[in-house]
């Protein structure tokens, strides 16, 4: 209930905000387990996800954030779960596993972390072993800034990515995690070519 309220506060808030502009929201399943990979621009890009993603989202959040106890409430109630940054943290592996095997939406930013250029980073292992041991529609998300006062951002999500080619031939989860990045950036690029 908290989450859908919370929802709809940020979505009449941001949207004119950021005069946000939304591509490919139909290539998101309505149903069965979804894993949502994004690049990491801004604090904002979690509630940005959260709004234009026709389907709640489960997001991981620093572990930090739950030591206070009424903020550690809170963000559960928004569907976010602590995960460990900087080692891996096998909770927060198990708790994204739950999240998709009970057919669910996890919202990821491989990166682990925002960059400061806007630039796509490198990213980080967790994404490759969320795609590969789950049954998950992997979709790729790009986020175009700059978040600016009543300057557009635009949300792309791209088609499904085919995870049959490389759970066959046993890729490993960093190889997947660099497959998925490079969708991320195909969507940008070829967004900003038009």
């Known amino acids: 209930m908290l989450y859908k309220f919370a929802r709809f506060v940020v979505l009449i808030i941001l949207y004119p905000l950021y005069r946000i502009k939304v591509i490919g929201k139909e290539n998101i399943p309505n149903k069965g387990?979804?894993?949502?990979?994004?690049n990491h621009i801004s604090n904002f890009d979690p509630p940005v996800v959260g709004i234009t993603s026709p389907r709640d989202i489960y997001f991981m959040a620093k572990g930090e954030l739950f030591e206070k106890k009424f903020l550690g409430g809170l963000l559960t109630r928004i569907?976010?779960?602590?995960?460990?940054?900087?080692?891996?943290?096998?909770?927060?592996?198990?708790?994204?596993?739950?999240i998709l095997e009970e057919g669910n939406t996890l919202g990821l930013?491989?990166?682990?972390?925002?960059?400061k250029t806007g630039e796509i980073g490198e990213p980080l292992a967790g994404a490759g072993f969320f795609a590969l041991r789950s049954e998950a529609e992997v979709i790729p998300c790009a986020i175009i800034g700059p978040y600016k006062k009543f300057k557009p951002l635009t949300v792309i999500y791209g088609k499904p990515i085919n995870m049959e080619?490389?759970?066959s031939k046993k890729t490993?989860?960093?190889?997947?995690?660099?497959?998925?990045?490079q969708e991320i950036k195909n969507l940008k690029e070829n967004y900003q070519n038009q």
């Open 33 to 38: 387990p979804v894993l949502i990979c994004s």
């Open 79 to 98: 569907h976010a779960f602590p995960v460990k940054r900087g080692l891996a943290d096998r909770n927060a592996l198990r708790n994204g596993l739950k």
């Open 109 to 115: 930013f491989p990166e682990g972390t925002r960059s």
């Open 165 to 167: 080619k490389y759970r």
């Open 172 to 181: 490993s989860a960093k190889e997947m995690a660099d497959a998925i990045m």
